[in-house]
Every structure is written in structure tokens, then in C-alpha cells.
T-cell receptor, first 113, second 109 residues
Framework: EAGVTQFPSHSVIEKGQTVTLRCDPI?????LYWYRRVMGKEIKFLLH????????ESGMPNNRFLAERTGGTYSTLKVQPAELEDSGVYFC???????????FGDGTRLSIL | TQLLEQSPQFLSIQEGENLTVYCNSS?????LQWYRQEPGEGPVLLVT?????EVKKLKRLTFQFGDARKDSSLHITAAQPGDTGLYLC?????????FGKGTKLTVNP
């Protein structure tokens, strides 16, 4: 089966621009998670979808970040406007249910100049 | 706030040596996962431990969950160059994971 797919793999934008990251979970996985790793820090949770509903968005840094999962399939994470501190690697993960392990994508490396 | 401290942060050893990586917290976790991450890729799950005192073996890798479910260790026997990578522990399982910073292991031939 196909794994978690993230697009793009890399993105370089200027401060103030908008960027949208996409995640396609494993087919049939209702749970979708976004995480972020900034340089020198640990991977940190951003938010969790169950199907199309936001279950927990306690890790979202601020209102410049908007996550959606229309139809309960793929998800997008939009950063608008991007700031320098938003640079890092954004990971998406999915799981079949809350008792199954989370499978991670390869991440999107985001650089804000 | 739950935190996981991993040690050591970096480890460089020769092929054939044994090593142990530690993951400690002041918080109790319902479960703990160990992941391995290669450059440019996402974390790949190695094992999940759930019960306090649980020991799981995966070939030359031995994982242990502390009795109080606050700490865990990963022991590698006779390390090989193919074991090189970033090892991450992560606590919690049902919803959001809390990650340690990782241990970057280099096994030299």
C-alpha cells in the first residue's frame, strides 16, 4: 500500500508570502496529524484530524496557520503570511484508528528567506 | 507539559560495539514508541511498548519500558554500519505524540 505522501518535498519562499503544504494519508486512515521540527528542536505536534473534523489543534503556533481536511481525505496546511521562524520540516502522519501506530510522510522542508 | 529527554544526543561507535540509548521523562506515558529516521525521510516506527517493565526484541535491538512507564531504553548489540541513523523516542499513542530530540548514531566500519 502507498505510504503517507507529502508535497512539495521542499519549498523556499520569502517572508510575507503564502505557502500551502499538502498531505495525502494512507488510504482508509481516518486520523491525520501534522507535526513540525524546527532546527535544533524536537518534533512537535501541531494538530490532529479525525476524518474532516479537527480533534485537537492545541499545537498550532498562531492564526497564520490554517489546516483543512475537506472530505476527510487529503489535508492542507497553509501559512499566511510566512515568517522567518516558520522555517523547519513539516511532517504529516496518519493512523487507521487511535490504537494503531502513526505512519509518517517524508516531510516538507520549508525555508523562509 | 510532557517532555522526553534523550541521551546521548550524539553517539559514534565502531562496528561490533554495543550501545544503549535512553529516553526519560517525569511524566507517565500510556505507551512509548521508538522511531528511526534517515536523512530526508520521515520517522519509521520500530516498536511500541505499552506495559510497564515490558521488553521487546527486534533482531539485535532490545527495547525496554520502565516499570513506572516514565522511561525507556534502546540497546543495540553488535552495532553495524546499517544501524546508523537518528533514533527518536515518542510518548503517547492514541493522539498526539511527544518526541525526544533524538540520538544521532554513527556506526563506523
Amino acid at each position: 500500500e502507498a505510504g503517507v505522501t507529502q508535497f512539495p518535498s521542499h519549498s523556499v519562499i520569502e517572508k510575507g508570502q503564502t505557502v500551502t503544504l499538502r498531505c495525502d494519508p494512507i488510504s482508509g486512515h481516518d486520523n491525520l496529524y501534522w507535526y513540525r521540527r524546527v532546527m535544533g528542536k524536537e518534533i512537535k505536534f501541531l494538530l490532529h484530524f479525525v476524518k474532516e473534523s479537527k480533534q485537537d489543534e492545541s499545537g498550532m503556533p498562531n492564526n497564520r496557520f490554517l489546516a483543512e481536511r475537506t472530505g476527510g481525505t487529503y489535508s492542507t496546511l497553509k501559512v499566511q503570511p510566512a515568517e522567518l521562524e516558520d522555517s523547519g520540516v513539516y511532517f504529516c502522519a496518519s493512523s487507521q484508528d487511535l490504537y494503531q501506530p502513526q505512519h509518517f510522510g517524508d516531510g516538507t522542508r520549508l525555508s523562509i528567506l | 507539559t510532557q517532555l522526553l529527554e534523550q541521551s546521548p544526543q550524539f553517539l559514534s561507535i565502531q562496528e561490533g560495539e554495543n550501545l544503549t540509548v535512553y529516553c526519560n521523562s517525569s511524566s507517565v506515558f500510556s505507551s512509548l514508541q521508538w522511531y528511526r529516521q534517515e536523512p530526508g525521510e520521515g520517522p519509521v516506527l520500530l516498536v511500541t511498548v505499552v506495559t510497564g517493565g515490558e521488553v521487546k526484541k527486534l533482531k539485535r535491538l532490545t527495547f525496554q519500558f520502565g516499570d513506572a512507564r516514565k522511561d525507556s531504553s534502546l540497546h543495540i548489540t553488535a552495532a553495524q554500519p546499517g544501524d546508523t541513523g537518528l533514533y527518536l523516542c515518542a510518548g503517547g499513542g492514541s493522539e498526539k505524540l511527544v518526541f525526544g530530540k533524538g540520538t544521532k548514531l554513527t556506526v563506523n566500519p
